[in-house]
């Protein structure tokens, strides 16, 4: 495969799930971890991505330095958005995790909705701010600096001793059989407590994240309540799906 190929496999890889592994790429590439490392230098150096330790993130992985135009499939996103939203009511206690679908639903949120917010997303919390009938619970802790959110034992405990009405769950995979999986191993165990502490499980993810995985499962496919993408209900990449989630 010539240089530029693996380049645009990368930048696909990175735009779609915001980050990956060198040891994934090597292994999807079929070359050596040093090839990938070299590549996404020169992918760093040329300002399409940023390398971080094992890997690369998107430009737009970085939420406070973020500008529309960097952030991948903005018009998909904007489109879940505004399917979750009708989900919402006033009263509610909402759980929204990272993530730029859920930056979109919340920038959607009405501002006359009277509902309660718990998020470990320092960016949403913040995106949250301006909306005047909406209570913000940020939920404390260490921060992951690359996906902003706040992970270990304090979320965790706080998520502990919360029932929320709706969680809306942002995914980096879903597949039917595989479930929901993450590449990253405290952000799973944050997730599961989000799930553990919510009536009700939204995923709201682009479509190009469906029928794919990562290394570390959140959960399997029946924990999920509701599967919110872009497409219409009845395409044909969703029909796995249809029988295990309500489609939306």
């Given amino acids: 495969m010539l240089k530029e190929e693996r380049h645009q496999v990368i930048l696909n890889e990175v735009r779609i ?76 206690v909402v759980l929204l995790s990272g993530g730029t679908t859920n930056l979109e639903i919340s920038r959607l949120i009405p501002p006359h909705l009277k509902i309660t917010c718990f998020t470990p997303s320092l960016p949403i919390a913040v995106q949250l701010l301006p909306k005047p009938n909406i209570d913000i619970i940020f939920i404390g802790g260490k921060i992951n600096k690359d996906s902003q959110i706040t992970i270990g034992g304090s979320p965790i405990g706080v998520l502990s001793e919360l029932k929320a009405d709706i969680c809306f769950l942002g995914v ?9 999986t993450e590449f990253d191993w405290e952000i799973v165990q944050v997730k ?43 395409d044909s990449v969703l029909k796995p799906y249809a029988k295990k989630i309500d489609l939306i």
């Fill in 17 to 92: 799930h915001n980050k990956v592994l060198l040891a994934d790429i090597a292994e999807i590439l079929k070359v050596s971890p040093d090839t990938v490392r070299r590549d996404i230098k020169e992918l760093h150096d040329d300002n399409k991505l940023k390398r971080v330790h094992g890997g690369a993130i998107s430009l737009g992985f970085n939420h406070y330095s973020y500008v529309n135009r960097e952030i991948y499939s903005l018009e998909k996103k904007s489109q879940i958005a505004e399917k979750a939203v009708t989900l919402l009511k006033d009263g509610q």
């Fill in 172 to 180: 980096n995979s879903i597949h039917p059989t595989d479930g929901v």
């Fill in 192 to 234: 599961k407590a989000m799930i553990k502490a919510s009536k009700k499980v939204v995923v709201p993810s682009i479509s190009e994240k469906i029928n794919s995985g990562q290394r570390y499962k959140i959960c399997d496919i029946d924990a999920v309540d509701h599967l919110i993408t872009e497409l219409d209900v009845n």
